[in-house]
């Protein structure tokens, strides 16, 4: 889909995440208030300078954003609620960006929160008769994809593991992630076998955490940075996987898959390719994940990932830095607003803000998140 003249161009004018784990005493409605106020002082704007709101969560219930909107004050905006799984913060970003690139609104606020349980997410995105086998234990379905993998590509339990160590270096700078600690690779290789080949220090750790985001037609400083594409690719199609009930189809459209058709569609909207892209959130719910998150995105052929990795290509130091932020194997993954704390951290790249982990002169940045459903989200930021 290519740009239309008529359309506005959308910036992200203020941002804020809160600080990620299990805080047991706050509500979504204190996190997610307080990420808005901070928003708000980012972006320099007062509260009644926003016309609507788009509010991500999963499993926080009825007019979750109603009640995060109330503890802000009672002015009337429309608020529109979205839940699209690991997607939906970056679904209401989406729709924020719409509405503002369509001419709706000039200035909108996304949001995403989330409070998790402890221990595996009993997901209910499947069927009712898979649900009643237990198919819905994600580690599980995440490591048959994994053999998988290892099978077509001779990837190895050490090219996983290296992943983990990669980004739980980078959240050790990261002073909002959940996980602060490095982690060696014989660490990570002893560690507790959840579903082999997956172990504990492969799979991210739950979260609680809320992130806000002011976007606008009209930027008021030099730190507004240019949403370039926004893509949200969600259907019921049959794909080639394993993860949330999603059966093979050679029938329907995609064939190759949700991830490269999301790619495809957000770099053609942005007028950019994957050579001109300097930073890259994944997705890194396992570790292994992350290396065919990059290989689908169109970043390096099928299977060759794990030789880039080890080669440096993906640290901070790297030619195309991955999950500088620590990802969700450090930062955490609290399920709404996962997707928005990815293109935070392209937006505190982007603005040359990032602190220890700052990496050099980036100009353009790729966030993906994917979900249940399926659905896969990609956005394209520009300094």
């Known amino acids: 889909m290519s740009q239309n003249a008529k359309w506005k161009d959308v910036y992200v004018q203020g941002a804020s995440t809160t600080k990620w784990g299990f ?44 009640r995060v909107v109330g503890e802000i004050g009672f002015t009337g905006i429309p608020i529109v609620n979205v839940e699209s799984a690991c997607s939906s913060g970056a679904t209401a970003f989406r729709l924020a960006y719409d509405s503002i690139r369509l001419g709706q609104y000039e200035t909108v606020l996304a949001i995403g929160f989330e409070k998790m349980p402890r221990g595996p997410i009993p997901s209910t995105a499947f069927p009712s008769w ?19 993998y290892m099978h077509q590509y001779g990837a190895t339990v050490e090219d996983f593991a290296r992943v983990s160590v990669k980004n739980r270096r980078n959240g050790s700078l990261n002073p909002n992630a959940r996980f602060q600690k490095a982690v060696s690779t014989e660490e990570v290789l002893q560690s507790a ?49 394993y993860q949330s009930g999603i059966t093979a189809s050679v029938h329907h459209y995609p064939s ?52 880039l990795l080890r080669e440096g290509v993906f640290d901070l130091t790297g030619s195309l830095p991955v999950n500088t932020d620590g990802g969700l ?55």
């Open 193 to 241: 076998m959840i579903a082999s080949p997956l172990r504990l220090l492969n799979c991210c750790p739950l979260a609680d955490g809320a992130v806000a985001m002011v976007l606008t037609s009209k930027p008021e400083s030099n730190r507004a940075i240019r949403v370039a594409s926004s893509v949200l690719v969600s259907g019921v199609y049959g794909e080639e996987s």
């Open 130 to 148: 898979q649900l009643a086998m237990g198919f819905n234990v994600q580690p599980a379905n995440y490591a048959l994809e994994t053999m998988e």
């Open 329 to 383: 194997l450090s930062r955490g993954h609290p399920l709404g607003a996962t997707a928005l704390a990815q293109i935070h951290e392209i937006v505190s790249q982007l603005r040359g803000e990032a602190g220890q982990r700052q990496v050099a002169n980036p100009k353009l940045g790729l966030a993906h998140a994917m979900g249940a459903g399926p659905n896969s989200a990609v956005t394209i930021l520009q300094r």
């Open 256 to 307: 190759k898959g949700i991830v490269e058709k999301s790619a495809r569609e957000a770099f053609e909207s942005a007028g950019y390719g994957p050579e001109d892209i300097d930073i890259v959130q994944a997705y890194d719910s396992m570790g292994p994940g992350e290396l065919w998150d990059i290989e689908k995105l169109g970043f390096c052929a099928r299977g060759t990932a794990p030789e």
């Open 23 to 66: 805080f047991p005493n706050d509500s979504t409605s204190s996190m997610g208030s307080a990420a808005i106020v901070d928003a708000l002082k980012d972006a320099q704007i007062k509260w009644g300078k926003v016309e609507a709101v788009f509010a991500g969560s999963v499993y926080q219930g009825t007019a979750s954003g109603h």
